[in-house]
């Protein structure tokens, strides 16, 4: 843990004379339903489990301007400032982030990994061991959801939902306070209000959602929130992508992600006229604009994120201010705080992804004296790997999870009915997979990047087949994209629902789009510049996402990619559509099942009009598929894949697990 000075922190800060010449103020009146510039404080419950003594949520509209007062009841209670001037006060936050349920990762093998277990029992004995003038809190920075198979309890409708398994485990964790991530959206605002509704014990926020039809602002969720504990005021505000999210859904269209810039903006100085602290919590990535970090192979769209928002966020502060991120995967801060995590005088952390780290600030505060006086240290806390294949002895034995690693009564009281809840499912074979496939992790990671993958090849095949039983009828062609494609599956050995989950783990739907041969034809013209080039893949991370939006296709499609001297030179010739030359069908219209990412546009992998990002050199424009004519088939793309898997029994070769050259790629 390594500290640092005030003075230095201050140091990279923008000049503080923009400064608001009047800070926003408390006041009460008999009604305090909010107006403009006005947010409502409003006591609620604070988790039972976690620290907060009292919790305020800020309701009104924070994107209607910039807030200038905030309201309470007459009589009702607001939080006070307990603290003398000079006292000093240590605020130690703990936090996590994109968990993407992974709270327990569970092997047949190696045994099962504890993760949220672990952080459960370090944050109960931080809390156990906090000084009369410490505060302890625990935060999630979004994305709490999609990634395991706990995502089967949460189901699709109200009818299927058992459990919202993310929610209930940061809940029992001690949880204080979540910001709303994008995957939180993946199946839908309807199903994301039950698990806040029925699972969450601790207030969402998010200051740039807006206009759902089925998730409603200061009923669901808010804008921030003031947490009181141990005489310490925290004000918290929750800032979610705008680049990487669900919208435009026809179950929701118009549901809207405002710039989390302009929100927190907005909202800032109100939040920390009630503070004596502010934590930024952001899930809306590390960088601006085109980035590179944690789970990206290369530069993916990052817009506004935590760079732009400390650099709005650092003129307006005149007390201590924090921003824990999410959503990039980042792992900051690992040997202490970085300068370059500095921006605008405000701190920047995040604990990578899928429960690595537990994060930890240690905030030292001089009530009173605002931006000065204080101090901060960081930590990333690693989450230990169970592997108990591994001797007493060996080498790395020390550094795995053993029994005693993690809070046994929360694994048994909380985790192990929602495991048991999916024991059917997890345990479930739905076929075998043929010992010559090749269909391993370590051949699909191998070229999904840069060509044809046998995998990808099967799925979309697959899904042509199983689309005679669609309602709306058969397709032509299906797709799928390279970075959906997450893992392998184990030649020779039994195919479980668990494992074809990992290939696929996100959750999409079918849709189907009109679509004629010359707009395939364009498609796969720009499909071409998305390649890694031969130049390229040795210094490539061929297992992170490559955010290119490199697309994969059925077999009803070939054709052949000559590389060009650069990106911008590659094309896509020699195409034929369903045995037929494109030329002879260029106004020909085909029935296409898209994934719902791709759908929508693949956001930060451009396929709706921006261009090419990940890395490719140019400003190479792209066609925008989500001006296509779709039709939303409700049925769920691995769900039909497993369907199919069930009655063919076994992956082969010949039912389409190979390499058949339907992408050839050429210099």
């Known amino acids: 843990m390594t500290s640092f000075t005030r003075r230095r922190f201050l140091s990279s800060a923008a000049s503080l004379g923009a400064l608001a010449a009047l800070s926003p103020v408390l006041v009460r009146r008999a009604n305090a339903r909010p107006g403009a510039g006005e947010l409502q404080m409003v006591a609620v419950t604070p988790n039972p489990a976690g620290s907060a003594e009292r919790v305020f949520l800020l309701k009104g509209d924070p994107l209607a301007g910039p807030v200038t007062t905030i309201v309470a009841e007459d009589?009702?209670?607001?939080?006070?400032?307990?603290?003398?001037d000079g006292e000093r006060h240590v605020l130690r936050l703990m936090h996590f982030n994109d968990m993407h349920n992974h709270m327990t990762d569970m092997h047949p093998r190696r045994g099962d990994t504890h993760r949220m277990a672990q952080m459960v029992k370090r944050v109960k004995e931080t809390r156990a061991a906090a000084g009369d003038n410490e505060t302890v809190l625990l935060l999630s920075g979004g994305d709490d959801h999609t990634?395991?198979?706990?995502?089967?309890?949460?189901?699709?409708?109200?009818?299927?939902?058992?459990?919202?398994?993310?929610?209930?485990?940061?809940?029992?964790?001690?949880?204080?306070?979540a910001v709303l991530g994008n995957h939180e959206f993946d199946r839908g605002a309807a199903q994301l209000r039950l698990g806040i509704e029925?699972?969450?014990?601790?207030?969402?926020?998010?200051?740039?959602?807006?206009?759902?039809?089925?998730?409603?602002?200061?009923?669901?969720?808010?804008?921030?929130?003031v947490i009181e504990a141990n005489r310490l005021r925290v004000g918290v505000i929750g800032l979610t992508t705008n680049v990487d999210i669900r919208t435009g859904m026809k179950a929701d269209p118009s549901m809207r992600v405002a710039s989390p810039v302009e929100a927190v903006t907005n909202v800032y100085k109100a939040v920390e006229a009630v503070s004596d602290v502010v934590v930024v919590l952001s899930h809306c990535g590390y960088g601006k604009g085109m980035h590179k970090s944690g789970k990206a192979g290369s530069l993916r769209e990052i817009g506004e994120g935590d760079f732009t928002i400390a650099e709005a966020v650092g003129p307006l502060a005149e007390k201590p201010v924090v921003l824990i991120g999410g959503h990039s995967h980042t792992e900051l801060n690992t040997d202490g705080i970085d300068p370059d995590n500095m921006v605008s005088g405000v701190l920047l952390t995040q604990a990578k992804a899928n429960g690595a780290f537990l994060g930890e600030i240690a905030m030292s505060i001089a009530?009173?004296?605002?931006?000065?006086?204080?101090?901060?240290?960081?930590?990333?806390?690693?989450?230990?790997?169970?592997?108990?294949?591994?001797?007493?002895?060996?080498?790395?034995?020390?550094?795995?999870?053993?029994?005693?690693?993690?809070?046994?009564?929360?694994?048994?009281?909380?985790?192990?009915?929602?495991?048991?809840?999916?024991?059917?499912?997890?345990?479930?074979?739905i076929g075998d997979v043929a010992a010559d496939a090749p269909v391993s992790t370590e051949e699909t990671r191998a070229t999904r990047y840069i060509g044809e993958t046998a995998l990808a090849n099967f799925m979309n095949d697959t899904l042509v087949r199983q689309s005679a039983t669609f309602p709306g009828g058969a397709v032509d062609f299906a797709l799928f994209n390279a970075t959906g494609l997450a893992k392998g599956i184990a030649p020779g050995e039994p195919l479980s629902f668990r494992a074809w989950f990992d290939v696929m783990p996100y959750a999409d739907q079918v849709e189907i789009a009109t679509m004629t041969g010359a707009q395939i034809r364009d498609m796969l013209t720009s499909n071409a510049k998305r390649l890694l080039r031969p130049g390229e893949v040795a210094s490539t991370d061929l297992s992170a996402f490559v955010s290119r939006g490199l697309l994969h296709f059925s077999s009803?499609?070939?054709?052949?990619?000559?590389?060009?001297?650069?990106?911008?030179?590659?094309?896509?010739?020699d195409i034929t559509l369903a045995g037929k030359p494109v030329e002879e069908v260029l106004d020909t219209p085909f029935r296409f099942a898209f994934n719902t990412y791709v759908m929508l546009g693949a956001f930060s992998e451009a396929w709706n009009g921006k261009a090419i990002g990940g890395g490719v050199a140019g400003d190479i424009a792209t066609p925008d598929l989500r001006k296509l004519p779709f039709e939303n088939t409700g049925l769920v793309y691995r769900n039909e894949l497993i369907s199919a898997i069930r009655e063919m029994g076994t992956v082969t070769r010949a039912g389409g697990a190979d390499l058949d050259g339907r992408l050839v790629v050429t210099g």
């Open 367 to 429: 009530a009173g004296e605002g931006r000065d006086k204080w101090f901060s240290s960081v930590s990333l806390h690693p989450v230990k790997k169970r592997d108990d294949t591994v001797a007493a002895g060996a080498e790395g034995y020390d550094a795995l999870e053993h029994e005693g690693d993690y809070d046994a009564a929360f694994e048994t009281e909380v985790m192990a009915p929602m495991i048991a809840a999916l024991d059917d499912k997890l345990a479930e074979v």
């Open 75 to 84: 009589g009702a209670p607001v939080p006070e400032r307990r603290l003398a």
């Open 147 to 177: 990634g395991s198979i706990f995502d089967e309890l949460l189901g699709w409708n109200e009818a299927e939902y058992v459990v919202d398994a993310g929610y209930r485990a940061a809940s029992a964790a001690g949880v204080d306070i």
């Open 556 to 573: 009803g499609i070939r054709y052949r990619i000559e590389l060009g001297e650069t990106a911008a030179d590659a094309r896509a010739v």
């Open 198 to 225: 029925r699972d969450a014990a601790f207030p969402v926020l998010s200051a740039n959602v807006a206009e759902s039809a089925h998730l409603a602002r200061d009923r669901d969720y808010v804008a921030a929130a």
